[in-house]
């Protein structure tokens, strides 16, 4: 089943999509589930998955202003430097455990809408990612039983303001500029994505391919990811985890290449889709 969020009639609101139309839950499901974090916390996935077998799909997704998967996550948590290939570019050391930092729910806006770059810099990157959407709570989970937490799959742009994120050791500024990462355009929930099933990510910008790598190429599996971050702090439904970038970012091209205005990139994952973002200049 494929669940995205959005605003509907000034109201936001989520629902299963079904080809090119959209059930909306939001009205169907009420205050027993108001928002897909809470329908996925209360184990509502097969509830949503009835009514879309019993109800019409009526609104069409192309019309919709879709929000990030999760727009009210308690945590996100991303990834860094966990392909090989990008920490080669990236002139860094390969360590013991993942490479964390976090993104605030403000840094991010959904499928079709646009990723602002910051009037401070040019330097806005792209990094094409897997989103990993956590189902059941845990804390100290094991990886062995990681595949079992996981809620669903989407497709994610960790955007990065290059010379904020390299100011100082740590990257927190340059990772969460306003609306500047793409969440979408829905999460594939787990049932239909076996565990260990390998993912293919490919990152596009005007069409032309400048990164794709799978998941078999990762340094810390996404289990090992859900064990060590939990470890430390309790994993809650609705949090994402966001899984790493392969090689090719555009910092480190020759010549360096950066999202200007009026760009258009494109993340897809094999067995998700594309999410899709126009560059905008922020008026501050």
Not at 43 to 66: D, N, T, V, Y
Not at 122 to 138: F, K, M, N
Not at 167 to 176: D, E, L, R, V
Request: a neutral charge; one cysteine or more; proline letters at 7%.
């Amino acid at each position: 089943m494929k669940l995205t969020s959005f605003m509907h009639q000034g109201r936001p609101s989520y629902g299963a999509v079904q080809g090119d139309r959209v059930l909306d839950l939001g009205p169907l499901l009420g205050a027993q589930a108001p928002d897909l974090k809470t329908l996925i916390a209360k184990k509502m996935l097969p509830l949503a998955a009835q009514a879309l077998a019993s109800h019409r799909a009526e609104l069409a997704f192309g019309q919709l202003q879709l929000l990030p998967v999760i727009p009210n996550p308690d945590k996100i948590v991303c990834v860094g430097l966990n392909y090989h290939e990008h920490v080669k570019e990236s002139g860094r050391d390969l360590t013991e455990k993942p490479a964390l930092f976090l993104r605030v729910s403000a840094s991010q806006v959904g499928h079709g809408q646009d990723i602002m770059r910051p009037p401070e810099s040019a330097r806005l990157d792209y990094e094409g990612e897997i989103a990993v959407v956590i189902g059941t709570a845990g804390r100290r989970i094991a990886e062995a039983d990681a595949w079992g937490h996981i809620a669903g799959y989407a497709c994610y742009n960790d955007g990065s303001v290059r010379d904020w994120q390299n100011f100082t050791t740590q990257w927190t500024a340059g990772k969460n500029f306003w609306r500047t990462g793409g969440f979408g355009p829905w999460m594939v929930s787990a049932d239909e994505i076996a565990p260990g099933q390998k993912l293919t990510l490919t990152t596009r910008l005007n069409g032309q391919e400048l990164q794709r790598a799978s998941t078999d190429m990762m340094i810390h599996s996404i289990p090992r990811q859900i064990a060590f971050i939990s470890t430390f702090m309790p994993l809650e439904p609705g949090d994402v985890i966001v899984t790493g970038t392969p090689g090719g970012v555009g910092n480190k091209r020759t010549p360096q290449l950066f999202m200007k205005p009026g760009d258009v990139v494109e993340i897809e994952v094999d067995a998700v889709g594309v999410l899709r973002n126009t560059i905008r200049d922020d008026p501050g």
